[in-house]
């Protein structure tokens, strides 16, 4: 990675590892794989170490038939890319949310197509994957959907660790839509297109179909052709590809243990705070990043502790495996066995699923969320272990979109009062000193040192008349009087004037942080991802698409024209 070109202020919500790393430093941290240059001056490096054998031509027909299903524009021409062994992949990826989970999501989609074009466009032929996380377990973090004023969930049947692909979408979410839908147009906050985006979601989630396929359906409806080639993690042929990178794992668990303690050590030796548990438990025993499924649940696999006079871990090795909360254990042997034989049953953590992914799909680049970044240098560690070609890591765009109004409102703050979008975004405690600061341009502070310049003048006049003229005095005192009273009264219609235009500012900002932070979170955080739609219109996509810029450092703050009802 070249040296990332000057920028002291990276916008404060992006972590201090993630920021540090955007800069340029702690790299070791990340190694084998690199960092993006921010600032899009350099090229991409060409993916290393690719086997000759490497082969995507029965995944490709995979994603055909699935893509082909969920109505994405783009299946046919991208399958044969990503069939042909030279085509580099521009990988993101998200949990399956209701509605399209947070608008990031949809910010990281049109990301990925963005960077796939920019590489093709330099020789370098490329295809967009979105990688749908559906064997994701936590359901209860993408079972609801805000839309402003209104949030929609899916009910929970089960409290179990059943993933999200295998959840079927329920009656009860059905008749909520259908509910909201029936109160369109009744409050002044309904966005101007909820009915229709509603309707959309309403044909996408069909009840006792996955949980996850709802997304699939819905992110092609919403992208068009801006639409990346979508892959459920859960597809069997993806399974059976991975398949031998987690046998090796389990050779390897000796070996992947320590690359892993040794990579914990390194981030907090550096004074950062782990993303994800480590390896090492508390009960002297290791974990590795691989879940097994049984009877709709997913299980850790625990390795045996080592006898604790033996020597470091890194040196011994364990020769049994047990499922953490379920009654099972067997030989490190019979658990490659068993991964073989039936691959659909085995799951990745948070850990080693970039990894697996990027083994099967030789990925040139993977775009990636704040917190997606803060733990990759933990999944890095095993990049070399397994014998997986390490990609480069793009930090995703963060944008904020507002009609274009509000847009030009919004550039005037910027330019006339001197704000930045930090400063705007952050808290509202300090946003209202620096507005009380900046509303009067300084003119407040003039008046006030012009009356002590003054009056202190005058002052030092008093003697100088006394000598001439006794009287003077008197004189002198009354001119005094009234210069200050003069000054009194014009600061005080300053002032008047100053919180005046404060006032118009100060309701302008509110305005754009109600819907820049709804609930005080970031709108991209907050809102999902059909709220683009249901604010905008199918006119959204493509000004995104054509205004997004792949700068990752600042909050861009994009305006967007509705199409008209």
């Avoid at 994405?72 to 030279?86: R, V």
């Amino acid at each position: 990675m070249s040296s990332p070109c000057p920028n002291p202020a990276i916008d404060p919500w992006i972590g201090p590892l993630v920021r540090a790393l955007l800069a340029g430093e702690q790299a070791g941290l990340l190694a084998p794989l690199a960092m993006q240059d921010p600032c899009l001056e350099s090229p991409l490096p060409q993916v290393p170490g690719r086997s000759p054998s490497f082969d995507r031509t029965r995944l490709s027909q995979s994603l055909r038939s699935f893509n082909a299903e969920v109505q994405n524009p783009n299946t046919e021409t991208q399958c044969n890319l990503l069939g042909n062994p030279e085509t580099e992949v521009v990988v993101t990826g998200q949990q399956a949310g209701l509605f399209g989970g947070p608008i990031y999501a949809l910010s990281k989609a049109i990301a990925a197509t963005l960077w796939a074009k920019r590489l093709t466009e330099s020789g370098r032929p490329a295809v967009a994957v979105f990688w749908i996380a559906s064997e994701d377990h936590d359901f209860e973090e993408v079972r609801s959907a805000c839309l402003g004023a209104h949030t929609l969930s899916a009910e929970i049947q089960e409290t179990s660790t059943r993933p999200v692909g295998q959840r079927l979408i329920d009656e009860g979410l059905l008749k909520e839509i259908g509910e909201t839908i029936a109160q369109c147009g009744s409050a002044i906050t309904t966005p101007p297109f909820l009915e229709q985006a509603l309707e959309l979601a309403r044909s996408c989630y069909v009840q006792g179909q996955p949980f996850s396929s709802g997304f699939a359906r819905l992110l092609p409806a919403l992208l068009g052709e801006h639409c990346p080639l979508l892959l459920d993690s859960q597809d069997p042929v993806l399974k059976a590809m991975q398949a031998q990178w987690a046998r090796r794992l389990v050779r390897r668990s000796v070996a992947s243990i320590a690359a892993l303690e040794l990579r914990e050590r390194d981030i907090e030796t550096a004074g950062f705070k782990l993303q994800i548990g480590s390896a090492r438990q508390a009960d002297g025993g290791y974990v590795l990043p691989l879940f097994l499924h049984r009877e709709g649940c997913r299980y850790r696999v625990v390795l045996d502790a080592p006898d604790p006079a033996a020597a470091p871990f890194g040196q011994t090795a364990s020769s049994s495996y047990s499922l953490r909360g379920y009654d099972e254990q067997g030989s490190m042997e019979e658990l490659v066995a068993l991964i073989e034989a039936q691959p659909s049953w085995m799951s990745p953590s948070a850990v080693l699923r970039p990894v697996l992914q990027d083994a099967a799909l030789g990925t040139t680049l993977q775009v990636l969320g704040p917190g997606e970044v803060a733990y990759v240098p933990q999944a890095a560690a095993l990049y070399d272990v397994l014998e997986v070609a390490p990609p480069t890591i793009a930090l995703r765009p963060q944008a904020v979109f507002v009609p274009e109004r509000m847009h030009r409102q919004y550039l005037e703050m910027i330019e006339t009062a001197g704000f930045t979008a930090a400063e705007l975004f952050g808290k509202w405690e300090g946003l209202e000193k620096l507005l009380a600061e900046r509303s009067d341009n300084g003119t407040l502070e003039g008046i006030a040192q012009l009356r002590v310049a003054t009056l202190e003048q005058l002052t030092l006049l008093q003697g100088k008349a006394v000598e001439l003229d006794a009287s003077l005095e008197a004189a002198l005192q009354k001119t005094h009087q009234h210069l200050a009273k003069g000054f009194d009264n014009f600061h005080a219609r300053s002032e008047r004037a100053a919180a005046q235009k404060a006032g118009v500012l100060s309701t302008r900002i509110k305005k754009l942080r109600e819907l820049a932070l709804p609930q005080g979170s970031l709108q991209e955080r907050r809102l999902c991802s059909l709220w683009v739609a249901a604010q905008f219109g199918n006119a959204a996509v493509p000004q995104i698409a054509e205004q997004l810029s792949l700068d990752p450092r600042r909050l861009q703050v994009l305006p967007l024209a509705a199409e008209r009802p």
